[in-house]
Structure formats: C-alpha cells, structure tokens
C-alpha cells in the first residue's frame, strides 16, 4: 500500500518543540518532493515547509522561518520538520505530502497546486 504517515506530534508548551516524521511506504521517497502543511480550526489548509528531492530547495512560510526546519533522510525514507519556539498559533493538525519531482516545482507543492499522496495528519497542540 502505498502512503504517507505522519507521527510525532502532541501536546507542548509554548516556546517548546517538537520534531514530527513523514515516513513513506511502498514507494521510495528519493525521487519525490516532500512538503509538510497544517490546518487550524476553521482555517484552511497551508502549506508550512516543502523540500525538494536532494534537499538543495526548500521554502519556508513566512510565519515559520527562523523556528522550523525541514530535512529528510532518503535512506530512512523519511522527511522530518524540527518545531522550535512554538507558539499557540501553530496548534493545528499537521499533514505531509508528495509529488514525483520532474512533474511539478517544490513551490507548487507547497501552494497544494499538485501532490500525489496526503498522509493522514498528526495533531498539534500548543498550550499551557
């Protein structure tokens, strides 16, 4: 089967962090662009950070740069999104995606214009 999944999230206090997982499975993650995206209550989806398949592209939302960072480990199969200095305004479940490169830009990716595969969400939460 092939899929996304997403793991890591939780509950966490404000300025604290958090590192969430978009672990692939039955396809090999080498040859896709990876972006991660979050939806708040009652807000629309956005896209937060999306890395190319050697990792020498990536974006950043303006309201994450400096305090999250993407990566990914090929041989893990694995991409990953480092959460410093969280705030409350990052509560949201938080969902990775991917899109084959050649087929579309890492800026398409994280404007959702493409994407092959959605993992199914991890929550979270940013409290005292």
């Known amino acids: 089967q092939l899929q996304l999944v997403e793991s890591g999230g939780g509950l966490v206090q404000p300025g604290g962090s958090l590192r969430l997982s978009c672990a692939a499975s039955?396809?090999?993650?080498?040859?896709?662009?990876v972006g991660w995206f979050r939806q708040a209550p009652g807000k629309e989806r956005e896209g937060v950070s999306c890395?190319?398949?050697?990792?020498?592209?990536?974006k950043y939302a303006d309201s994450v740069k400096g305090r999250f960072t993407i990566s990914r480990d090929n041989a893990k199969n694995t991409v990953y999104l480092q959460m410093n200095s969280l705030k409350p305004e990052d509560t949201a479940v938080y969902y990775c995606?991917?899109?084959?490169?050649?087929?579309?830009?890492?800026?398409?990716?994280?404007?959702?214009?493409?994407?092959?595969?959605w993992g199914q969400g991890t929550q979270v939460t940013v409290s005292s």
């Open positions: 039955g396809f090999s993650l080498d040859y896709y662009v």
């Open positions: 995606a991917a899109v084959r490169t050649g087929t579309a830009t890492v800026q398409a990716l994280c404007d959702m214009r493409v994407a092959d595969y």
């Open positions: 890395i190319s398949n050697r990792g020498s592209s990536i």
